[in-house]
């Protein structure tokens, strides 16, 4: 069993119990439930942004703890005050050690669309999502069928949530249906957590048009970013380097202009 496998079926046991404790009747009465949504495809495309998606992470099952003492709402207000196009939170609470929570707190700190990282893998995901304030949510490839994506994107654009669908490999853009707003090519293998960025160009020419385009995990150094926006990139989602400083705002801040992205 794989790490993303253990990650499935402990949501899917997580969902289960939360269904109880917060049913769709309560996520609709959150007061972020009919809250204009952002357009994270706009921002993203967003001449006066730079195109990253910058996330706050504390852990993950590769590194473990990466940083669990920076304040969150200060990291994202110094991620949108950097010129970052979006934020991405993630919020699995047993791996990654995130929260729903993170996002309901810092909604009205940031005015950028929020990304909800996440792994779904039921309906309710997406209505939590739009009650805690998401402007558009994660659907992973690699763990879902065509079918699910597809449902799934359904109902998530019936909530005006926007969907960044994520591949790892080739095949997995056969999941990936007209509806969907954003593709992101993961540049980890989810096998051994080995980073090829030559994967993301790899793969690029193979992605309609039509979508929205981005590059995920990996991303460390400025040269990398110029070198997959020349290739015909729009976005790039980073966290691990950021997130790894002491100041993840500033260490975004320096990285950006040292992209050129502004």
Excluded: W
Aim: aromatic residues 6%; hydrophobic residues 40%; negative net charge.
């Amino acid at each position: 069993m794989t790490i993303l496998d253990k990650i499935i079926e402990q949501r899917k046991q997580d969902v289960s119990i939360l269904q109880y404790l917060n049913p769709i009747s309560k996520l609709e009465r959150s007061a972020f439930f009919e809250r204009p949504v952002m357009s994270a495809k706009e921002y993203i495309l967003s001449p006066e942004k730079s195109g990253i998606i910058a996330e706050h992470k504390r852990a993950s099952p590769s590194k473990g703890i990466i940083n669990n003492t920076a304040i969150l709402a200060e990291v994202v207000t110094a991620y949108e005050n950097a010129g970052a196009s979006c934020i991405s939170i993630l919020t699995e609470p047993h791996f990654f050690k995130g929260s729903s929570e993170d996002i309901s707190s810092i909604r009205d700190v940031v005015s950028i669309p929020i990304l909800r990282k996440e792994f779904i893998v039921d309906e309710y995901q997406i209505i939590e999502a739009k009650s805690i304030g998401a402007d558009f949510i994660l659907l992973i490839a690699a763990c879902l069928s065509k079918q699910e994506i597809q449902t799934y994107t359904r109902m998530a654009h019936s909530l005006h949530l926007e969907v960044l669908c994520e591949i790892h490999e080739e095949e997995e853009l056969e999941k990936c249906v007209p509806e969907i707003d954003i593709i992101g090519v993961n540049n980890r293998n989810l096998k051994d957590f080995s980073v090829d960025i030559e994967h993301s160009i790899r793969l690029l020419e193979k992605i309609p048009t039509s979508f929205v385009r981005i590059s995920e995990s990996g991303i460390s150094q400025p040269e990398t970013v110029k070198l997959l926006k020349s290739k015909g990139f729009q976005g790039f989602l980073m966290g691990g380097n950021f997130m790894k400083h002491s100041n993840p705002g500033e260490a975004c801040r320096e990285f950006i202009s040292e992209s050129q992205l502004l």
